[in-house]
């Protein structure tokens, strides 16, 4: 089965658990209070201010579902219920995640993206979300550029041609810094001649973001569905789980 097939089927699942445990206040008490630690009876109705008869039955529906056992007079999350369960809280840290990042993802092409890397989007829960203005209107690109100055590695995807970037990066390479460059392999030679570099790595023209992964900053970059990339709005963090994340996501398309 491919990897995208388990994301689907996983992501069925934990629809189905999210129906089940968010139609009932009770249990969703009862299984963050679990989530912490096992409890006997009376902790969990201390622990969650219900009463014992809310917490026996409903402790029952959950032990049918096999979400719960009881071990020496203590009820314990099953394994796969603490999987379930933190699958939800990923799912809830992606929602706010899309919503926190509206302005980037709303109508822009993000199709392009590998399906692990989405799967894994809420990595960037610590992101930020950079946008230029009429009084700074080269913030983003400014920040690229001073973002390349101060690195001492650098993986990136280059979808169009800016000197400034370019220039950046050369620098690097004459430092002897490591530097990988993808750029769109029907424009490969109008790179090297206009850049001087000639290591650059080609990559299907259609595939189009721009990605620049230091060691010590994350930026991404979305075309719009005009077809126009949006330099006046980045995803930017210095973050370890986000570099990982956009780490991985230069290695899942290069690998494509």
Same mark, same amino acid.
């Given at each position: ?85 933190? /699958? #939800? =809280?990923?799912? !809830?840290? +992606?929602?706010? %995640?899309? *919503? $926190?990042?509206? /302005? #980037? =993802?709303?109508? !822009?092409? +993000?199709?392009? %993206?590998? *399906? $692990?890397?989405?799967?894994? =989007? ?6 930020? %979300? ?127």
């Amino acid at each position: 089965m491919f990897k995208n097939d388990e994301y689907i089927k996983d992501l069925d699942s934990i629809f189905e658990d999210v129906k089940f445990t968010t139609n009932s206040f009770v249990r969703l008490k009862i299984l963050a209070t679990l989530f912490e630690k096992p409890q006997n009876m009376k902790e969990m109705t201390g622990n969650t201010a219900l009463s014992y008869s809310s917490v026996s039955s409903n402790i029952h529906d959950l032990e049918l579902k096999n979400m719960v056992y009881r071990e020496n007079n203590k009820y314990f999350l099953t394994n796969s219920a603490k999987v379930k369960i933190q /699958n #939800i =809280l990923e799912l !809830h840290r +992606v929602i706010a %995640l899309l *919503n $926190e990042f509206f /302005n #980037i =993802l709303d109508r !822009h092409i +993000v199709d392009v %993206l590998p *399906n $692990e890397s989405v799967a894994e =989007l809420y990595l960037l829960g610590k992101a930020n %979300l950079m946008e230029s203005s009429g009084v700074d209107a080269y913030r983003t690109y400014n920040f690229i550029e001073d973002a390349l100055s101060k690195a001492q590695s650098v993986k990136c995807i280059m979808p169009f041609y800016q000197e400034q970037f370019f220039t950046a990066l050369k620098e690097l390479i004459s430092q002897g810094k490591d530097v990988e460059i993808l750029v769109p392999k029907d424009a490969l030679e109008v790179f090297q001649k206009k850049s001087c570099i000639e290591n650059l790595i080609p990559f299907d023209e259609y595939d189009s973001f721009l990605l620049i992964v230091t060691d010590d900053v994350m930026i991404l970059g979305l075309f719009m569905e005009n077809g126009y990339f949006d330099q006046n709005r980045l995803l930017t963090s210095k973050n370890e789980e986000s570099i990982e994340w956009a780490d991985g996501l230069y290695e899942n398309f290069k690998n494509k």
